[in-house]
């Protein structure tokens, strides 16, 4: 009988008690599918890194140098990570497009023998841990005139280095300005009074116009590219336009292909009307994609994506549906600018996560689903609607290649019925269709929970040799989720 060595030579004459070592059969233990995050958005000019590089960030601090302190994905960063410091976390800082042009909303101050009091304003306000980021307390005297006012107003905002905005003020009118150009501008908010027991000082009134006229967003192209093949298990762009939602769809499916293997799952968000939301999510069609509906909380939208994204990568298990999990940085909308039970059954089926609304005022994610809703044919098709299905496939296609990578990894392969003495690394297909049956039933199922049904799994395994390996055809039957239960009362009197 030979043993198979692969670091003691086969002919070695020299006395001694020689060992190896080999990990081949250590593989007791599943691989997770690595966390790892990256974020596309705005970058300031102050930021240190170029356009369109790649800065890995172990704190916010880090993407602050990066990006710029304030820049849109800069702040993204620190809400990753305040919620999941040790995430391992990328950002990609994009410049504004020469041509781009910023939105702009304006406050008009009135008053009319004022008394002295606080205005409580929000500019694009979001939670970043226990920190609220955008309210603005403006102290107001008695008597103070509408450019008083408004100086401080403008006071107040341009000096929080963490701003979204730029304010000027010409007699009374407060001009709040997006710091950097493009379309999301235009989905900024501006209110007052957000909280219960806040008020406007006596005599004193604010006209607030939406924000507007934001145009013409960057190319991301270069920074896809950047990305090159490094692993990314969620990816969360400030973008949701046709041609950026294009690229990365584009590239989402790239990386997933089977000859890359770099599993990514791309996470925006969006806000606006039921209308405005249904529109959008029926523009797109990708299992690979999530984005939540935000709708009328005056959140950044972009913030919300990384609140989103960063939620869902907390949960190890990729089958759990995370209903009812918080997103800890978003603010409600106001009371009364909720979606409905109906509106969110509408956002749902157009591809549009959702979430609701607790009596405390937290927002909770309801369901995760994908933009996917239509197969090759145009014909409706649920089969990728929850995120989960694609993370379970991810979970699965992973633990099976680092599986037989680890185990067999410069092994030779035979046909079945041969007598081979033990130690050769010879694996037959009968063998290989035991592992597969053996993983799907021991792992996938018993101790992770990713499949249900092992026995099935194993009944349809087909095999075949070819010159180069092996090829193997597995259905897994993915554990569902619960999302829903119906009861039927039948009540006896």
């Given at each position: 009988?030979?043993?198979a060595?692969?670091?003691i030579?086969?002919?070695l004459?020299?006395?001694?008690?020689y060992t190896?070592?080999?990990?081949?059969?250590?593989t007791?233990?599943?691989?997770?599918?690595?966390?790892?995050m990256t974020l596309?958005?705005?970058?300031l000019?102050?930021?240190?890194?170029a356009t369109?590089?790649p800065?890995?960030?172990?704190s916010?601090a880090d993407?602050e140098?990066?990006?710029?302190?304030?820049?849109?994905v800069?702040?993204m960063?620190?809400v990753?990570?305040a919620?999941?410091p040790?995430l391992?976390l990328?950002?990609i800082g994009?410049?504004d497009?020469?041509s781009g042009v910023?939105a702009?909303?304006?406050?008009?101050v009135?008053?009319s023998?004022n008394?002295?009091?606080?205005?409580s304003?929000y500019?694009a306000?979001?939670?970043?841990?226990?920190?609220?980021?955008?309210?603005?307390s403006?102290?107001c005297?008695?008597g103070?005139?509408v450019t008083?006012?408004?100086e401080?107003?403008?006071?107040?905002?341009?000096?929080d280095?963490?701003r979204?905005v730029?304010?000027?003020?010409l007699?009374?009118?407060?001009?709040?300005?997006a710091?950097n150009d493009?379309?999301?501008?235009n989905?900024l908010k501006c209110?007052h009074?957000?909280f219960v027991?806040?008020?406007?000082?006596t005599g004193?009134?604010?006209?607030i116009?939406d924000?507007a006229s934001g145009?013409?967003n960057p190319?991301?192209?270069a920074?896809?590219a950047a990305?090159g093949d490094?692993?990314?298990?969620?990816l969360?762009s400030?973008?949701t336009?046709a041609?950026?939602m294009t690229?990365?769809e584009?590239?989402?499916?790239r990386?997933?292909?089977?000859t890359?293997?770099r599993?990514?799952?791309?996470?925006t968000?969006?806000?606006?009307?039921?209308?405005?939301?249904?529109t959008?999510?029926?523009?797109?069609n990708?299992?690979?994609?999530?984005c939540?509906?935000?709708?009328?909380?005056?959140?950044?939208?972009?913030?919300?994506?990384?609140?989103v994204?960063v939620?869902h990568?907390l949960?190890p298990?990729p089958g759990?549906?995370?209903r009812g999990?918080?997103i800890?940085?978003?603010?409600a909308p106001?009371?009364?600018?909720?979606f409905e039970?109906?509106e969110?059954?509408?956002?749902l089926a157009e591809?549009?996560?959702t979430?609701?609304v607790?009596?405390?005022?937290?927002?909770?994610?309801?369901r995760l689903?994908t933009t996917?809703?239509?197969d090759?044919n145009?014909n409706?098709d649920?089969?990728?609607?929850d995120?989960?299905v694609?993370?379970?496939l991810?979970a699965i296609?992973?633990d099976?290649r680092?599986?037989v990578g680890?185990?067999y990894?410069d092994?030779?392969h035979?046909a079945d019925g041969t007598?081979y003495?033990?130690?050769?690394a010879?694996?037959?297909?009968?063998t290989?269709?035991?592992?597969?049956?053996g993983?799907a039933t021991?792992?996938w199922a018993?101790s992770?929970?990713?499949?249900?049904?092992?026995?099935?799994?194993?009944?349809d395994?087909?095999i075949?040799?070819?010159e180069?390996g092996?090829?193997?055809?597995?259905?897994p039957?993915?554990?569902?989720?619960l999302?829903i239960?119906?009861?039927?009362?039948?009540?006896?009197?």
């Amino acid at each position: 009988m030979t043993f198979a060595f692969t670091g003691i030579p086969s002919n070695l004459l020299v006395p001694g008690n020689y060992t190896e070592v080999n990990g081949n059969r250590a593989t007791s233990d599943t691989p997770e599918l690595p966390r790892r995050m990256t974020l596309i958005g705005s970058r300031l000019t102050t930021g240190a890194v170029a356009t369109s590089v790649p800065y890995r960030c172990s704190s916010a601090a880090d993407a602050e140098y990066a990006a710029g302190v304030g820049s849109p994905v800069a702040e993204m960063a620190a809400v990753v990570k305040a919620a999941y410091p040790s995430l391992e976390l990328y950002v990609i800082g994009v410049t504004d497009d020469a041509s781009g042009v910023a939105a702009t909303a304006t406050i008009t101050v009135t008053v009319s023998s004022n008394l002295a009091g606080t205005i409580s304003l929000y500019v694009a306000p979001y939670w970043v841990g226990s920190t609220l980021r955008g309210k603005y307390s403006v102290a107001c005297a008695a008597g103070d005139t509408v450019t008083t006012i408004a100086e401080a107003i403008v006071a107040a905002v341009n000096a929080d280095p963490y701003r979204t905005v730029q304010a000027t003020n010409l007699v009374g009118v407060v001009t709040l300005t997006a710091r950097n150009d493009g379309t999301q501008g235009n989905s900024l908010k501006c209110l007052h009074s957000y909280f219960v027991g806040e008020k406007l000082p006596t005599g004193v009134s604010l006209a607030i116009t939406d924000f507007a006229s934001g145009a013409t967003n960057p190319s991301i192209s270069a920074a896809i590219a950047a990305m090159g093949d490094g692993h990314s298990s969620h990816l969360v762009s400030q973008w949701t336009d046709a041609t950026s939602m294009t690229a990365l769809e584009t590239e989402m499916t790239r990386r997933w292909g089977p000859t890359v293997q770099r599993e990514c799952h791309l996470f925006t968000a969006s806000s606006g009307s039921l209308g405005t939301l249904t529109t959008l999510g029926d523009s797109r069609n990708s299992e690979l994609s999530t984005c939540l509906g935000s709708g009328l909380s005056p959140i950044p939208s972009w913030i919300a994506a990384a609140g989103v994204a960063v939620t869902h990568a907390l949960e190890p298990h990729p089958g759990r549906p995370l209903r009812g999990r918080p997103i800890d940085c978003m603010l409600a909308p106001v009371m009364g600018d909720e979606f409905e039970a109906s509106e969110r059954q509408q956002l749902l089926a157009e591809g549009i996560s959702t979430y609701t609304v607790d009596s405390s005022g937290k927002c909770r994610i309801e369901r995760l689903v994908t933009t996917y809703q239509e197969d090759v044919n145009g014909n409706p098709d649920s089969k990728y609607r929850d995120i989960q299905v694609m993370f379970l496939l991810a979970a699965i296609r992973y633990d099976w290649r680092t599986y037989v990578g680890a185990k067999y990894p410069d092994f030779m392969h035979a046909a079945d019925g041969t007598s081979y003495a033990p130690g050769l690394a010879i694996i037959t297909p009968s063998t290989m269709r035991a592992e597969f049956a053996g993983r799907a039933t021991n792992v996938w199922a018993y101790s992770q929970g990713w499949i249900e049904d092992p026995e099935q799994f194993a009944d349809d395994i087909e095999i075949e040799r070819t010159e180069d390996g092996m090829d193997l055809i597995g259905v897994p039957n993915l554990i569902n989720r619960l999302h829903i239960t119906k009861t039927r009362l039948d009540f006896l009197r």
